[in-house]
């Protein structure tokens, strides 16, 4: 038989309540949202809900990308077949810089390295970046890649091509 989950109080316990965007934040005495290591009490931290969003992409949103600076600052970014866009105070603002020349099908990858954001649109464009402000860039010595990753220090372009026309599907390059 399964046994009921069971809160438990931590005797004493206030915090700092943001759960609600229409409410000024107050003292609370519950545990959501939270991770308990090591015997402290930490946020899980993510992006913080905005009420005001507003405006409608004039195309498909493929992605939604997080841009989170080593200062803790998060911006939303969202990318369509061919533009970026970032959230500003709730409206949507485009960064795109030269249009990218994507579909409906592509998949955008993204990862991020040392405060600055890199994504694909699955080997439509070459890669590109965003350092949290300005447009996006392209990298024009990278090579074309559906997939991209950051690891150990590392950024890695899977399934790769120098052409942009013909793709690797074992190639990875870093």
């Known amino acids: 038989m399964i046994a009921r989950e069971q809160a438990l109080p931590i005797q004493g316990f206030k915090g700092l309540d943001k759960s609600s965007p229409f409410t000024v934040p107050g003292h609370t005495r519950s545990l959501k949202n939270v991770f308990v290591r090591e015997g402290r009490v930490i946020s899980r931290g993510g992006v913080d809900f905005d009420a005001t969003f507003s405006g409608v992409m004039s195309e498909n ?22 533009k970026v866009e970032k959230s500003t105070g709730g409206a949507w603002t485009d960064i795109t810089g030269t249009a990218l020349t994507g579909a409906t099908t592509d ?22 970046y965003w350092n949290g402000s300005g447009n996006t860039t392209e990298i024009a010595t990278a090579p074309w890649a559906k997939s991209i990753l950051s690891y150990y220090g590392f950024m890695f372009a899977f399934y790769v091509s120098t052409d942009g026309t013909t793709f690797e599907p074992r190639q990875g390059l870093y």
């Open 61 to 82: 949103i493929q992605a939604l990308m997080p841009y989170i600076s080593t200062a803790g600052a998060v911006t939303l970014l969202r990318i369509g077949p061919t």
């Open 107 to 128: 998949i955008p990858q993204w990862a991020m390295y040392r405060d600055v954001l890199y994504f694909t649109n699955y080997g439509q464009d070459r890669m590109r």
